[in-house]
């Protein structure tokens, strides 16, 4: 049993709005509400969800980017937000995070090389500029960047080859945990493909432990080993990966996994949908109990008293919802919740 | 028997004179769309594929200079002066863009935006207009329609307007709908939803649809027939079913096995080596030959035409996986190991 | 169609992309400096610029007379070729030509002097107030608020009525005076630039906050500072020659540009040539600067990319 890396605990992060004048109460926007979550060495989880879940606020306040407002994150035996502005810039040199918009995430006056080289000055200054100097090519023959590039700045490259540079930076101080936020959704299909192998390997390679944030479910499938399905701020299911995908339980899983187009007519042709109508709520008036009930095709009048507690379904497999079995009755032929034997 | 193609391109070219050389867009590209078909056009960025049906539509930047021949029921689009094709704009053939915002105004409010398509094209009277837009409002789903047509765009989420703008696009009944993208910048609920509503309308009215997208999933779900376009060419054509469980292309396999399904658990994935070509300097010969597995010294030399290799199915490709014309057919794995 | 894992060398070759970008590596100031270079209007007052420059740093040593000595052989002559006074003399016999180049010079070293203080107090300020938001940055802003209150000439004469008429205190007093609008101008900047995400990105790698501030923050600021600072440099020897036709400026017998000015205004109808050539000098320096501020923001707009 591989040891636990982070232990994620009754995460909340809120966001104080302005009332819309001066004199009225300001709104709370819970983008991550009570998320709680475990992460063993060497593992992949990946967050899914929609636009508004919370997921790339969720990374962020993991790495506390975003200060959240409660819980804890326990990060090699410390919570991390217990620790000062200093030990907290020491314990970045294990955490490393990969964004969504390839060429914003980098400065455009730095050369290559010195934005790679950037959390090596920090995390160890007593490298001479030598080392340095040879650790940034080293990393950059690791994503498959000629060293010929370092000299160059960010907005010479494609989409493609600016995520790698993201990515050297990320992987240079050597980190435990890297968070990818959306790292491919920016890109071409065909980069995507490129940079999400380049992902895996290196995942193998350096024994990296990653939180894989997608919108997009096929990538997510490829490289996680759990997914932890998010609705406005909560979790509604986490499982193993084979698991969540063949069997899902909680009512939103089932319907975003059924409304993820699969790149085959036949199957496209069979598949049952189920449909949830109308636009997510909007989080800083959230329904009340179960979050998802407003569009549910299962909700009913319990559902608006509690918040359905996230009970386990099936070994390591837990889903939010007061009507799992029921909700398990519901999973449709041909939809991608069908085993398909892996190829 | 097929009837006499809706829309027709034949050696249609793009190119954009730019202070860094000539862009050759989109190169000799011939194309059709029978009535009532829903053809998709898949292409990543560069390909050429929105660009095409911007031309169409006479949407293209000033730098930009058209040539060969589009026609909708006969008539070459490109010959029409602005104010021809405007009126056929809106009437005969619609487009409806990624952004939604592209085709609102933020500052009317969504009856007067709709009512105002039905007045200039349709000549109805005011009362006739509203009525009939709020007709369409409830058609494309929006709930509350009443309420909702009296908004701005800005109080309507992402699909919402999404569905306002394909509402705008079926007022007049237009015989072509060309979507591009559509769906991109939506959440994959929101898609779902989305793209039942136009294969119902499709159904419905029987009108054409051209769908531009990169996502190969959405084609699955919607197309009867599909265009891979590549470096501003069609690199291959068939029905979708066919073009699925057997690609002729080269380009069109790798593509398809560089994705992740989401309903497949596989170890990995294989990328495409490379990247799209420089549309200024293009390479000699086919356009793909850089990034291809299988590529011989012929394809670094000559640029294959568009040829049938099947009934009903086109690719551009010297060594094309199914050549029933010389009547053979290699697996991909087979073919130059 | 299968999906497979197999061949070890079409993945190895699909996870290298070593397309290098054409050309020389090429920096964002390098491409604004090219951009500047297609700016005829700018490159024509570049050179302008450069000659009023040179020529107030080189040209005295060139001409036989200096900008205090009396010429008794012609006093209040008019401009002419042959008695070697190109400019003409003033009242005291003064070589006009002389007195205008050393006049520039001063112009010129309170502007260069008021313009850097302004710019390194401003951008400093302006970065840290507005990267560190919140409370202190609403602090720092209500100073600058009130500083801009006060009504600045008067303060300016404030000074040199305490401290006397030196022209090293001309110079501060205009510096710190400026540095003002330099701070608002960095702070409003510094709120865009702090929300990007490759400052989101230092932050995540460990550098702390005035790292930041000095290695992200300012460099990217360098567009609007030197276009403001362009800018600047007119409005100041403006100031300059207001002051000292007010009569606060430099002392006798140096002059500034704006000291001639004032002196030639005075006499325009009887001996217009001690205004024309030090207005012509002045004009041509405001204009060429604002040809070249106009140029630098065409250059840096990030529009353009």
């Known amino acids: 049993m591989a040891e636990t890396l982070l232990s994620v605990e009754h995460l909340s992060t809120i966001f104080e709005l302005p009332g819309r004048t001066p004199f009225s109460a300001s709104h709370e926007l819970k983008a991550v509400n009570d998320v709680s979550f ?55 040199r294990d955490l490393s995070i990969i964004f969504q ?87 071409d299909v065909s980069i995507q493909a490129q940079i999400v192998s380049l992902l895996k390997r290196l995942k193998e390679r350096l024994g990296l432990t990653l939180i894989f944030i997608s919108h997009d479910l096929s990538v997510v499938r490829l490289v996680s080993d759990r997914i932890l399905v998010l609705y406005l701020g909560r979790i509604v299911e986490i499982g193993p990966r084979r698991e969540v995908f063949a069997n899902p339980v909680h009512p939103y899983t089932q319907a975003l996994l059924s409304a993820a187009p699969i790149p085959d007519p036949k199957i496209a042709r069979q598949r049952g949908r189920i449909v949830i109508e109308g636009d997510p709520p909007s989080p800083v008036n959230p329904p009340s109990g179960c979050v998802f009930r407003t569009r549910c095709p299962i909700a009913r009048e319990a559902c608006a008293g509690t918040v359905p507690p996230l009970d386990p379904v099936a070994p390591d497999h837990r889903a939010a919802c007061l009507f799992a079995e029921e909700a398990m009755q519901m999973a449709q032929p041909g939809s991608p919740s069908e085993a398909q034997p892996s190829r | 028997m097929r009837d006499a193609p809706l829309l027709a391109l034949k050696d249609y070219a793009i190119t954009f004179a730019t202070p860094d050389g000539t862009v050759q867009a989109v190169n000799g590209l011939d194309l059709s769309v029978q009535p009532g078909e829903v053809l998709a056009v898949v292409g ?20 930009a200079t058209t040539s060969g021949e589009a026609r909708l029921e006969g008539r070459n689009l490109l010959d029409l002066s602005p104010r021809e094709l405007d009126q056929i704009r809106g009437r005969d053939m619609a487009m409806v863009f990624q952004d939604p915002m592209t085709a609102l105004n933020p500052a009317m409010k969504i009856r007067k935006q709709l009512a105002e398509t039905l007045t200039v094209h349709r000549g109805l009277s005011r009362r006739e207009a509203n009525a009939e837009s709020l007709a369409i409002m409830k058609r494309v789903g929006i709930p509350e329609a009443e309420r909702r ?27 072509l709908i060309v979507a591009d993208e559509p769906t991109t910048a939506l959440d994959v609920t929101i898609q779902a939803q989305i793209l039942d509503l136009f294969r119902d309308l499709i159904a419905e009215t029987g009108t054409a649809l051209i769908l531009i997208t990169h996502d190969l999933g959405v084609v699955a779900g919607v197309a009867d027939r599909v265009a891979v376009m590549y470096a501003g060419r069609i690199v291959e054509s068939a029905e979708a079913d066919a073009l699925f469980s057997r690609p002729a292309m080269p380009y069109t396999a790798a593509l398809m096995r560089s994705i992740p399904r989401p309903d497949q658990d596989v170890e990995a994935v294989e990328p495409i080596p490379g990247r799209p070509p420089d549309l200024i300097r293009p390479p000699t010969g086919c356009p793909f030959h850089p990034r291809c597995r299988f590529v011989e010294d012929r394809c670094r030399r000559e640029r294959p035409p568009l040829a049938e290799v099947a009934p009903g199915r086109q690719a551009a490709c010297w060594f094309p996986f199914i050549d029933e014309t010389a009547g053979t057919e290699t697996a991909p794995e087979a073919a130059h190991g | 169609m299968t999906l497979y894992a197999g061949k070890r060398e079409a993945l190895e070759d699909a996870f290298l992309d070593r397309d290098m970008p054409r050309g020389k590596p090429r920096s964002l100031t390098r491409d604004a400096m090219r951009r500047l270079r297609a700016n005829k209007a700018a490159v024509v007052s570049l050179f302008v610029l450069a000659f009023i420059v040179l020529a107030a740093i080189f040209a005295p040593f060139f001409i036989p007379y200096d900008y205090e000595t009396p010429d008794w052989s012609a006093f209040r002559a008019p401009p002419s070729l042959e008695s070697g006074h190109y400019f003409g003399t003033d009242q005291n016999g003064r070589d006009l030509l002389a007195r205008t180049l050393y006049g520039t010079r001063i112009s010129l070293t309170v502007a260069i002097i008021a313009t850097t203080v302004s710019v390194v107090v ?94 992200h923050i300012v460099p990217n600021l360098v567009g609007p500072v030197v276009i403001y600072a362009t800018l600047t440099v007119p409005e100041i020897v403006i100031t300059e020659s207001f002051l000292s036709y007010l009569g606060f400026g430099v002392q006798e017998p140096l002059t500034s540009l704006g000291t001639l000015i004032a002196e030639g205004t005075d006499v325009l ?36 990319r």
């Open chain 1, 38 to 92: 475990e992460l063993a060495a060497g593992e992949t989880l990946g967050i899914v969800g929609e636009s508004g879940c919370g997921k790339s606020t969720l990374g962020r306040s993991i790495l506390r980017l975003i200060e959240p407002t409660e819980g804890r994150i326990v990060w090699q035996g410390h919570n991390l937000r217990d620790l000062s502005p200093r030990d907290m810039r020491k314990a970045r």
């Open chain 3, 269 to 304: 109808e009887v001996m217009p040539w001690l205004l024309l050539f030090p207005g012509a000098v002045l004009v041509s320096l405001l204009l060429s600067l604002a040809f070249i501020g106009d140029g630098l923001r065409d250059a840096f707009d990030p529009k353009d």
């Open chain 2, 44 to 63: 990543e960025s560069g390909s050429g594929k929105s660009q095409t049906f911007n031309g169409v539509f006479g949407l293209l930047a000033r730098n």
């Open chain 3, 122 to 215: 401003g951008v400093l300020y302006g970065a840290t107030s507005g990267f560190l938001g919140g409370r202190i940055d609403q602090a720092m802003m209500r100073f600058v608020d009130v500083m801009y209150a006060l009504p600045y000439i008067l303060f300016v004469i404030l000074l040199m009525v305490m401290f006397g008429r030196n022209v090293f205190l001309l110079f501060a007093a205009i510096g710190l005076l400026e540095w003002l609008t330099m701070a608002r101008i960095v702070r409003g900047q510094t709120l865009s630039l702090k929300e990007r995400e490759f400052i989101e990105a230092a932050r995540a790698s460990g550098v702390a906050t005035f790292p930041i501030i000095l290695r």
């Open chain 2, 149 to 175: 047509i009296e908004q701005y765009p800005h109080q309507l989420s992402g699909g919402m307007r999404q569905r306002v703008v394909i509402a705008m696009a079926l007022l007049c009944r237009p015989k």
């Open chain 1, 101 to 187: 918009d390839p060429i914003a995430s980098l400065d455009p006056r730095m050369t290559v090389a010195d934005i790679i080289a950037e959390p090596l000055r920090v995390s160890n200054p007593e490298l001479s500029r030598k080392e340095r100097r040879e650790r940034v090519q080293t990393v950059m023959e690791e994503v498959g960047l000629a060293p010929e590039m370092a000299n160059r700045y960010p907005h010479e490259f494609s989409g493609g080859q600016a995520q790698r540079i993201g990515i050297a930076r990320a992987i240079v101080t050597e980190p435990k945990l890297i968070v990818c936020d959306e790292p491919v959704s920016a890109l």
